[in-house]
C-alpha cells in the first residue's frame, strides 16, 4: 500500500511563494506519476500539476503556467511543487496522487494514491 503525505502547506501574502512536498511511503516512487490537484471551498478539484514517473513530462494547468514548477527527487521518493507569484484564488487544499508506472495525465480517476492534503492560504 502507498502512502501519500503532502506538507508545505500555510498562510502567505499574495505575490508570496510556497514549496510543498509529497513523501511517498515506498522506495519505488520513481515507478510512478504524480500530480497535484486542488480544491477550494464549494469547487471542484481541479487538476493543477502533474509529472511522469520516466522522461520528467510535465503537464500544468493554464491557471498555474509560469508560477508553478514540479519536479522530484527520487532518491528521497518525494515530489515537489514550487508555487511562485501566489494570487488569492490559489487558496485551496492541495493534494499530491500517485499512478505506477503513469503519464503524466490530468485525470484525477487515473490516480490510484492520494495523500490527505495539505492548506494553502493566499491572503491578498
Known amino acids: 500500500q502507498v502512502q501519500l503525505v503532502e506538507s508545505g502547506g500555510g498562510l502567505v501574502q499574495a505575490g508570496g511563494s510556497l514549496r510543498l512536498s509529497c513523501a511517498a511511503s515506498i522506495r519505488t516512487f520513481s515507478n510512478y506519476a504524480v500530480a497535484w490537484f486542488r480544491q477550494a471551498p464549494g469547487k471542484e478539484r481541479e487538476f493543477v500539476a502533474s509529472?511522469?514517473?520516466?522522461?520528467?513530462?510535465?503537464n500544468f494547468a493554464d491557471s498555474v503556467k509560469g508560477r508553478f514548477t514540479i519536479s522530484r527527487d527520487n532518491a528521497k521518493n518525494t515530489v515537489y511543487l514550487q508555487m511562485n507569484s501566489l494570487k488569492s484564488e490559489d487558496t485551496a487544499v492541495y493534494y499530491c496522487?500517485?499512478?505506477?508506472?503513469?503519464?503524466?495525465?490530468?485525470?484525477?480517476?487515473?490516480?490510484?494514491?492520494w495523500g490527505q492534503g495539505t492548506q494553502v492560504t493566499v491572503s491578498s
Open positions: 496522487a500517485g499512478s505506477r508506472f503513469g503519464n503524466a495525465v490530468i485525470v484525477p480517476s487515473q490516480y490510484s494514491y
Open positions: 509529472i511522469s514517473w520516466i522522461g520528467g513530462i510535465t
